[in-house]
C-alpha cells in the first residue's frame, strides 16, 4: 500500500517544480495525485483510474516534469483525445512547469504543422499532441530525433470511443521501446485493457473510486418531467427563474446545439454553441469567450465539452437525458468545481423516466424531481426584485430633467405606473403559464417507477481531502452494454487531423 501523501513537499520534488505547485494554489494532492506520484517518480509503467475533475493532468505532469533532464529535445510525449485536452493539459502543465524552465509544444490538426514541427525542433522537452496529427508528423518522418523516454495517454477510454486505438497502435510502433508509459482513463473496458498490455511494462494500477460515492456533493442535482414540445420553454423558463450566472446546455446532437443558441441569442442572451462541426479557430474563441465571462451559455454536445475546465459554472443543463450514466457524470461535472456549488438540472419527458432511473442507479445519483416554475411565479419573483431594484436606485441627472417635462403632460401616479411598465417589458418573462407534464400523468409515473428507485445509500463518507473534493465513480464499473453504440456515435468524429 503506498503511503498516503498529504503534502507535496513529501514526495521529494525538485524546489522550481515546488514552486509550480504552490503558485498554482495546490495545498493538498487529490487521491490519485498522492497514489499514483510516487510509482511515477521511481519510474515504474503505470495504469490509473479516476474520475474527471480529479486532478490526473499534475497527477502524471509533475513528476513526470520532475524527472526529465532538461536537455533540448522532446523527453515526454502526452497524447489526449481533443484539442481542447490537449490546450488545457499544455496550459497545466505550463503553470506547473515553468518555475523548472520547462518548454510544451501543443500539436493537433487544423494549424499549421510546419510551425508545430519548427517550435519542436527549438528545444522543447514536452509535446501535448492528438493521435491524428502526430501520426502524420511521425509517419512522414518530419519530426526528428523524435525519442520521448516517458509517454502518457490521456483519457484513453476517450480515444476509443473516437476511435483512435489503431491510430494510438501505430504511433507506439514509432516511439522508442525503452521508456516509461504511463496511461490515465476514467473507465477500463477491454480493449483499453487489451492496450494496457501491449504498450504498458509490469505496470502498477492505481484506481481511485471514491466508494459510494457519485457524484460531487457540491452539485444539486434535479430533474424536471417535461412533454417533448416544451424543452426550448422549459429551458427560458427556468433560467428566468434561477438567473444562472454561467451555465452549460448538453444537446445530443451538433444540430440543436446549433439550434438552441441561435434562439438563445433571439431572446437576448450571451450564448454560443461549442461542437465537433466548428472550425478549430471558433472552437477556441468560443471556449476564450466563455472563460472570460464574455459568454453566459455554452450550448455543447458531450464531446466538445469533454474534460472542459471552466470555473464558475454555476449551472448545467441536460436539455435531454445524457446517452449513459458515465456521460451523465461527466457533464454535471463542469458545475460544483473547486469546492463550489452548482446545480445540475436534467429535462426528462415521460419517455425518457426509465433512462433516468437507470442513471440514478447506476450513477448512484441523487436526483430531486422538481416542477418548473409557473410564469406567475417568476413574476411574482421578479417583481420583488424590482421593488428593491427601484428602492435601491441611485437617482441620475438626465431623470431629473425629464421629470420637469414629463410632469407638465402626465400625472405622477400615471407617470410611475408607465415608467414601472416599461421596466417589467424590459424583463420580458414570457411564455407558458404552466410548463411540465401534467399533475395526474406525473403523478402516476412516479408511482409506477417508485418499486425501482435506488435504495439509500447510508453512511458514505468523503474522501480524505478537504480542499480538493471532486467526483467520485459509479460503482467502478467498466461501460456496460452500448459500448458499440457510443463506438458509432462518436467515431464519426475524426477531426483532429
Ligand atoms: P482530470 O484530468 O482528472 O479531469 P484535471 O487535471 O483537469 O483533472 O484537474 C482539474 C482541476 O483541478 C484543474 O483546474 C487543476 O488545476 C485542479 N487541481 C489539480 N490538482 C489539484 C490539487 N491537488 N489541489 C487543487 N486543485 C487541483
Ligand atoms: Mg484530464
Redesign the pocket.
Known sequence: MPTQHDS?ESFGFKPQILRG?TD???????P??SEAMPYILEGRDLIAQ??????????F?LPAMNRIEQTDRVEMLVITPTRE?AT??SD?LF??GRFAGVKTVTVYGGQSSYRQVDLISRGAQVVVATPGRLLDLLSSGRLKNFEPTIVIL??ADEMLDMGFLDDIKEIFKFLPKERQTLM?S?TMPAPIKELAGRILRDPVSVKVTPAEETANKDIFQQYYVIEEHERDDAILRLFDAEEPSKSIIFTRTKKEAERLSTMLIAKGYGAKGLHGDMEQKSREEVIKGFKSNQLDILVATDVAAR?L?V?DVSHVFNYHIPFDPESYVHRI?RTG??GKKGIAVTLVTPLEYKELQRIKKIAGADIRQESVPTLGDVKKAHSGKLVSAVLNARLNDDAQRILTVLEEQIDVQQLALKALSLLIEKQNITGPDSIGVNPQRLEKLLNDHRRDRPSKRGGAKGGG?S??K?NGGFGGGDRGGGGNYRGNRTRSRRDDR
Not at 498554482?24 to 487529490?30: E, K, L, Y
Open positions: 507535496f505547485v498554482a494554489g495546490f495545498v493538498t494532492p487529490s490519485i495525485q479516476a474520475q474527471t475533475g480529479t486532478g490526473k493532468t499534475a497527477a505532469g485536452l488545457q493539459v497545466e503553470k506547473l490521456d483519457e490515465f476514467a474534460g475546465d470555473k461535472g468545481r473547486a481531502y480542499k480538493f471532486r
